[in-house]
Each structure stands twice: as C-alpha cells, then as structure tokens.
T-cell receptor, first 115, second 108 residues
Framework: EAGVTQFPSHSVIEKGQTVTLRCDPI?????LYWYRRVMGKEIKFLLH????????ESGMPNNRFLAERTGGTYSTLKVQPAELEDSGVYFC?????????????FGPGTRLTVL | TQLLEQSPQFLSIQEGENLTVYCNSS?????LQWYRQEPGEGPVLLVT?????EVKKLKRLTFQFGDARKDSSLHITAAQPGDTGLYLC????????FGAGTTVTVRA
C-alpha cells in the first residue's frame, strides 16, 4: 500500500510569488491534515479535511493560504503571495477514520524556501 | 505559547546506554502520542497513551503516562544506533499539537 506522497519535495521561490503544494493521501483515507514546521519550531496544525469538506481550519495563518480538496482525493495548499516567514516544511497526513485515537500517517513533507 | 514541553532538546549517548525523554503538557488532551522522525521523512507513530498511569512497552521502548495525564516519558533500554532520530510527543484532540522534539544520537 502506497503511503502519503507530497509534491514537490523542495521548492525555492521569491517573495511575492505563488507556490502550490500537493498531497496525495493513502487511498481510502477520508481525513487529510496539513501541518507545518517553521524556523526550527514545533510542527503546527494548519487544517483538517473530511473528504472534500474543511472540518477545521483554525491553524491557517492568514488569507494568503488556500487549501482545497476537490473530489475528496488529493489536496493542494496554495500560498499567494509568499512571504519570507512562510519558509518551512509542510507536512500532509491522512487517517482512515475520524476517531480520537486514529493513527495519522505522514508524508515526507515539502521544504519551502522563500527568498 | 507552547503547550507541550520536551526535555532534553538534545541527547547523545553511547550504544548500550539507557535514555529517557520527557514530555510535559500544560493541557490535558484526549490522548498523547509519541512519534519518531528521521531526516527527510515525516513523523511515524510509535505509541498512543490514553489512561493516566498507563505504561506501554514496545520492545526496548517503555512509555509512561502520568496519573494527571499531563506528563509522559519515553525510556529506551540498551540504545542502538538505529534508535537515532527526532522523538516527538503530541497531544491528540483529532488534530495534533506537537512538542519541539528531542534529537537523540546513539554513537556506535
């Protein structure tokens, strides 16, 4: 069974440009999460999809970030326009059920560098 | 404000020694999880603890959850170089709240 995949693995862009990150969850997983780690700090929650619906987007930092999950399969996270403080590693995770003790499976992350 | 504090931040030991990593939370979560992350990869779940006072063992790893369900520890017995990695604790309320992690290096 394929794990969570993310694309690209690395992205280097200039301030003001737009970047789109993609996450393909494990097949059959209805729950998809985005997290990020910036500047060596702890990994922080961004948002949670259940199928194509946004269940919790309380961690989204501002309106420059837009997440979508059309059709309830893969998800994209767009940053427009990117700022220097957006640099970090963006992780995607998926889980099969929406239960308290469910295991979230993480992708390898996308390292974003904004110059 | 960081909810979960991990200590120490770094730990370097010789193969065969024991080590303990601590996680203290300012809040009570539905469960607490421990993850291990290697360079270039995402975190991988090691264990979930739910009940205060719970102890779980995973081969040479022992996980304890405090009675108040706010503190936890990870103890590795006879560490091996393969145990090297970043150990993260996370409070689970559907979404995860992570600590900053403990970087463990086991020297051969």
């Amino acid at each position: 069974e394929a794990g969570v995949t993310q694309f690209p693995s690395h992205s280097v862009i200039e301030k003001g440009q737009t970047v789109t990150l993609r996450c393909d969850p494990i097949s059959g997983h209805d729950n998809l999460y985005w997290y990020r780690r910036v500047m060596g700090k702890e990994i922080k929650f961004l948002l949670h999809f259940v199928k194509e619906s946004k269940q919790d987007e309380s961690g989204m930092p501002n309106n420059r970030f837009l997440a979508e999950r059309t059709g309830g399969t893969y998800s994209t996270l767009k940053v427009q326009p990117a700022e220097l403080e957006d640099s970090g590693v963006y992780f995607c995770a998926s889980s099969q059920d929406w239960q308290l003790y469910n295991e979230q499976f993480f992708g390898p992350g996308t390292r974003l560098t904004v110059l | 404000t960081q909810l979960l504090e991990q200590s120490p931040q770094f730990l370097s030991i010789q193969e065969g020694e024991n080590l303990t990593v601590y996680c203290n939370s300012s809040s009570v979560f539905s469960s607490l999880q421990w993850y291990r992350q290697e360079p270039g990869e995402g975190p991988v779940l090691l264990v979930t603890v739910v009940t205060g006072g719970e102890v779980k063992k995973l081969k040479r790893l022992t996980f304890q959850f405090g009675d108040a369900r706010k503190d936890s520890s990870l103890h590795i017995t006879a560490a091996q170089p393969g145990d090297t990695g970043l150990y993260l604790c996370a409070g689970n309320d559907y979404k995860l709240s992570f600590g900053a992690g403990t970087t463990v290096t086991v020297r051969a």
